[in-house]
């Protein structure tokens, strides 16, 4: 029996387990990878929004990381919510000391910079933006949504492709290997995302499924990313797989009804009977 390919999430914890490690882990399991993780904050939140958020200590983040390695094998990485400086700091001294292939990482890592929720609470402190900036380019790719993107680049948030295309090439020239930026708050019927690596540039179209349950679209997105990385030939191929899959558990998400706010998607829509 083959060994599972094992990914580790790098993120903070969402008790209604729709978005950070808990919608990670259910990524993975739903895709046949087996899941690891470090968690950087502890958070109080629902469906309805976040309420507060405890950091957990940065070198107990870096033990973590440190206690786990040393035992496990990880084939692909994938970093949601760091909360503070102190921790992207810590996330940005491992990754520089990971092995690097024609200037990649040796593991592929996959970073989400989580810097404010769906509900519009600011999850990044303010004096972390510099040290997340510092971070990207040790990541693979990273997948930011407009608001985070612009935020990146420091110009107001992108209202077509033309200025999501202008601010994935701000972010290429600072050092991003690979940029997705998602369009899922462009107005329109449609979602557009933007694909800009060393393979060129791509617009990825996709009806918009009709559905407020979109909690933790974002972290279930670059985790099933990171879960097809290592079973594609290409980066592209592996958001294109990603995003048909995450287009399913956005479907199926009404059937679950969980909380009175926007509810998960449902990762696990081709495992459960109907």
Not at 6 to 25: F, M
Not at 124 to 132: E, K
Not at 207 to 231: K, M, W
């Given at each position: ?52 958020i405890h950091p957990v200590p ?130 329109g019927d449609g979602a557009t ?67 009175r706010g926007p509810g998960p ?10």
């Amino acid at each position: 029996m083959s060994r599972p390919l094992v990914a580790l999430s790098i993120a903070g914890s969402d008790p209604s387990g729709g978005a950070g490690i808990q919608a990670d882990l259910k990524t993975f399991s739903a895709l046949g990878v087996y899941g690891t993780t470090v968690v950087t904050a502890l958070t109080a939140q629902s469906t309805q929004g976040v309420t507060g958020i405890h950091p957990v200590p940065p070198q107990f983040v870096a033990e973590q990381i440190g206690t786990l390695l040393a035992d496990v094998r990880v084939d692909v990485i994938k970093i949601g919510m760091l909360s503070s400086a102190p921790i992207i700091q810590v996330v940005t001294d491992f990754l520089a000391g990971l092995p690097r292939d024609g200037g990649d990482p040796h593991l592929r890592v996959v970073l989400d910079p989580v810097m404010v929720s769906t509900s519009g609470f600011r999850l990044l402190d303010d004096d972390a933006v510099a040290a997340m900036r510092r971070l990207v380019p040790f990541a693979s790719v990273i997948t930011p949504n407009l608001h985070e993107a612009a935020v990146l680049v420091g110009q107001d948030v992108a209202r077509d492709p033309a200025a999501m295309r202008a601010q994935a090439h701000a972010m290429r020239e600072h050092g991003a290997r690979r940029v997705l930026v998602k369009g899922g708050h462009l107005v329109g019927d449609g979602a557009t995302d933007l694909w800009f690596g060393q393979d060129g540039e791509h617009l990825l179209h996709a009806r918009r499924v009709p559905t407020r349950n979109t909690h933790g679209t974002g972290c279930s997105l670059s985790a099933a990313i990171a879960c097809f990385a290592p079973r594609r030939d290409t980066w592209l191929e592996a958001v294109i797989a990603a995003k048909g899959w995450l287009t399913g558990a956005l479907q199926a998400a009404d059937s679950l009804d969980i909380g009175r706010g926007p509810g998960p998607v449902h990762h696990f829509y081709e495992l459960w009977p109907a």
